[in-house]
């Protein structure tokens, strides 16, 4: 291949025909080489009959026969190929199959790395399933985190500078997490255990972004990769559960218990290869198969939609105020983190440059109903607070409550405003990822402040 | 001569096979014969020929391998399989068997020349 028989001019011809049948979805590349070696002998036998090459080229073009139908005829003989395959290490010999090769090398080492790192504590004492399961609770991230970050690190050839400064988010949720004296049981103890991934997941997005973190763009990446490496997750998680349902099955069917290998090993392990496996298939998919979160998005946004219309009409028309229930706030705060994914997901999928259409509009109905509902929560809870008085619980949950309110409202804001035309859609994309660290930042804190300030309880 | 498409279609399987049981070739030389044969009055659209060769392949009645041409391009391979030849001995019968019963009704050819 890429010999060149016929000059330049009809080869870089041929080269244009060869990349406009390397789009086509059902003819492959070793057909491409195959479609192209006929087209190339038919030229070389016309040019000896007397033909100019580039003549040569367009009848041989000719009687090759129309792309689409032949297009259409590949895709009859290959129906499996309209499938998007998602292949890990290509067949076929070359540089790309070699790097590809390579990173699914380094993937699995970094996931059998993690899952042994999980491990390692059991030998000083600290054992998952009895006394250090508080510890574990704490560190969780800290065992995967820092290797999904050099996983990124590697592939994104973060330089040297960057590399050191994204040790030190590491090393202080190392610190923070385990040399406060926690009161066993406490609430900062789960405060600091539900904080410290997402303060860390920042320093992921950071190595993820490759020293393109400032930009608009490249944080909207990680919000898509987000998304992505989560449903991911999920889908290997159960995975994983349907092969420990069949190891417990099995074993015991031979009259062997082996509940401390599933939750000894294959669950802790497993939970935390994963995590990096994940990762690797969204990176390796990315471009190969359409994204889930958004079309997760445009089915669930109409029925959150409905939900929270349908429960503000209720609360107006009953006239019952909330129930400010103990687990309330945290249920709001959730609600509006699932309000802000929703948008989040639907910009990620959303062309900057088109104009706003139904599901526009239905999205700013989503956000300012939910904003309407977290207010009213709120209102009870704040006309009341003075008898619960402040709580570590209660006051990490309040500022996480402010954060997502501000962020929404605003968001709800630049939204009308692209709606009515004064915006871009743009603004409200840069609005959400410039936000971004301030969830992290909030997180930190309460992984710093929270303890000494509550008296470790 | 326009020949009617289904036509082609059907007879493209026995053709590819018979060509392939002289011995090996690789598309562009199994078009040439083609049109070798029938002197020019069976053509195919070029791509064409190879749909039916990946079909052929995935029933197992040719194998294909990669080679190299003269001019050191690389090359796809097809040689026919013993259940292609046993396809062909069927495709023969068949056709032989359409052949007969037309030759009985149409008058000699000398007849309807145009």
Known sequence: ?457 | MNMNKDLVAASATPLVLAILAEGDSYGYAILRRVSELSRGQLHWTDGMLYPVLHRLERLGHIGARWGTSDSGRRRKYYRITKQGRARLAEQRRQWRAVDATLRGIWPAPSETAR
């Open chain 1, 1 to 457: 291949m890429g010999a060149l028989e016929f000059g330049g001019a009809v080869e870089q011809e041929i080269a244009q025909w060869r990349a406009y049948l390397r789009h086509r979805q059902a003819i492959h590349a070793v057909d491409v080489e195959e479609l192209e070696d006929h087209l190339r002998s038919q030229i070389a036998s016309l040019v000896a009959s007397g033909l100019a090459a580039d003549e040569a080229f367009l009848v041989a073009v000719r009687r090759m026969g129309d792309l689409d139908g032949l297009s259409r005829e590949f895709a009859v003989e290959h129906a499996e190929r309209l499938w998007k395959q998602l292949v890990m290490v290509p067949g076929s010999a070359g540089a790309p199959g070699r790097a590809a090769y390579k990173e699914a090398v380094v993937v699995l080492g970094l996931a059998c790395l993690a899952a042994l790192a999980v491990k390692v504590p059991e030998l000083f004492g600290r054992r998952l399933l009895g006394a250090g399961a508080a510890f574990y609770a704490r560190n969780a991230s800290l065992f995967v985190f820092p290797l999904l970050t050099g996983y990124f690190a590697w592939k994104r050839h973060l330089d040297a500078r960057s590399r050191r400064w994204l040790i030190a988010p590491f090393l202080a949720a190392a610190i923070f997490a385990n040399v406060f004296p926690f009161a066993p049981g406490g609430a900062t103890e789960g405060l600091t255990a539900l904080h410290v991934p997402i303060a860390l997941w920042l320093a992921v997005g950071v190595a993820y972004a490759g020293g393109g973190w400032r930009l608009s763009a490249r944080r909207m990446d990680f919000v898509r990769f987000s998304g992505e490496c989560g449903i991911y997750y999920v889908l290997i998680a159960l995975g994983g559960g349907v092969l420990t349902a069949f190891t417990l099955m099995m074993f015991e069917a031979i009259g062997l218990k082996v509940e401390w290998l599933a939750q000894g090993w294959l669950l802790p392990c497993g939970a935390a290869g994963a995590v990096l496996v994940a990762a690797w298939l969204v990176e390796a998919k990315q471009g190969v198969i359409e994204n889930m979160a958004p079309v997760l998005t445009r089915v669930f946004t109409p029925l959150f939609t409905v939900l929270l219309l349908a429960f503000l009409a209720t609360m107006a028309w009953t006239r019952s105020g909330i129930n400010v229930a103990r687990h309330l706030l945290i249920g709001f705060d959730l609600l509006l983190a699932l309000v802000l994914g929703l948008l989040l997901y639907a910009a990620s999928a959303r062309d900057p440059e088109a104009p706003p259409d139904t599901f526009d509009g239905l999205q700013v109905l989503l956000v300012v109903s939910a904003l309407i509902v977290d207010v009213v929560a709120l209102a009870a809870v704040v006309a009341r607070i003075s008898e619960f008085g402040f709580s570590a619980n209660k006051v990490a949950a309040l500022g996480e409550n402010v954060i997502l309110l501000v962020n929404l409202g605003w968001s709800a804001w630049l939204y009308a405003r692209f709606l009515r035309g004064d915006g871009s859609f743009a603004a409200l994309e840069r609005w959400q990822t410039a936000y971004l660290p301030v969830h992290a930042v909030w997180a930190g804190l309460v992984v710093v402040v929270f303890p000494p300030w509550f008296g470790y309880v």
